[in-house]
């Protein structure tokens, strides 16, 4: 099973509501990361878990709340989001810090601020 | 820290025509490379990767990348383009540690018929 899975594919949030997006994978892999993907955009890092504990957060606004619940696992809480935040949000997975490897990708989820 | 340039934000091509995407990159610390390819709507899609040995590398779909270290560089190729291969692609570092992925910022490939 090479796949990472992320539900759901699409979602219209309003700016006072409180949604989650979720991300699964069964490789393995000890790192998962959250990008934010803008049209004609490179993916832009958000958040990586090494280990079920977050190693990086790039500084990215309170109102996106990480979470890693097991090894398998990743989700990302959003609440009192802003237009602006509209854009294709990216779960990916890797081996883990201290054993290169590639990044696996989700589909993503399209994400609509309204 | 790394950063990764892609000369040329679209390229068009022919239908059977040479691919040449260009990447070129720093890095402090010995990188290692991927290409990725992204369709409309879809997540990205590892092409390639380079960590170790062998500089030239292959990967699917044809396309194959050579890494020189001289001119920090890490272009990706395919002899001949087909339409499917239409789509956006980014070259992306790491260093040998393999956490920090850097992105460049992405070529657009358009095939005409």
């Known amino acids: 099973d090479t796949e990472v899975t992320q539900t759901p594919k699409h979602l219209v949030m309003g700016m006072t509501n409180k949604k989650s997006l979720k991300c699964e994978q069964h490789m393995g892999h000890r790192a998962m990361y959250w990008y934010k993907q803008k049209a004609k955009k490179p993916p832009e890092l958000m958040f990586v878990y090494s280990y079920e504990k977050l190693s990086i957060n790039e500084s990215v606004p309170s109102r996106f709340s990480p979470e890693c619940p097991n090894s398998s696992l990743l989700n990302l809480h959003l609440h009192a989001l802003q237009p602006e935040d509209s854009a294709l949000y990216l779960c990916?997975?890797?081996?883990?810090?201290?054993?290169?490897?590639?990044?696996?990708f989700g589909e993503g989820s399209r994400l609509t601020v309204l | 820290a790394q950063s990764v340039t892609q000369l040329g934000s679209h390229v068009s091509v022919s239908e059977g025509a040479l691919v040449l995407l260009r990447c070129n990159y720093s890095s402090s610390v010995p990188p290692y490379l991927f290409w990725y390819v992204q369709y409309p709507n879809q997540g990205l899609q590892l092409l390639l990767k380079y960590t170790t040995g062998a500089t030239l590398v292959k990967g699917i779909n044809g396309f194959e990348a050579e890494f020189k270290k001289s001119e920090t560089s890490f272009h990706l190729t395919k002899p001949s383009a087909h339409m499917s291969d239409a789509a956006e692609y980014f070259c992306a570092v790491t260093p040998n540690y393999g956490q920090n992925f850097v992105f460049g910022p992405g070529t657009r490939l358009s095939v005409l018929p």
């Open positions: 990916a997975s890797s081996l883990g810090q201290g054993a290169v490897g590639e990044l696996f």
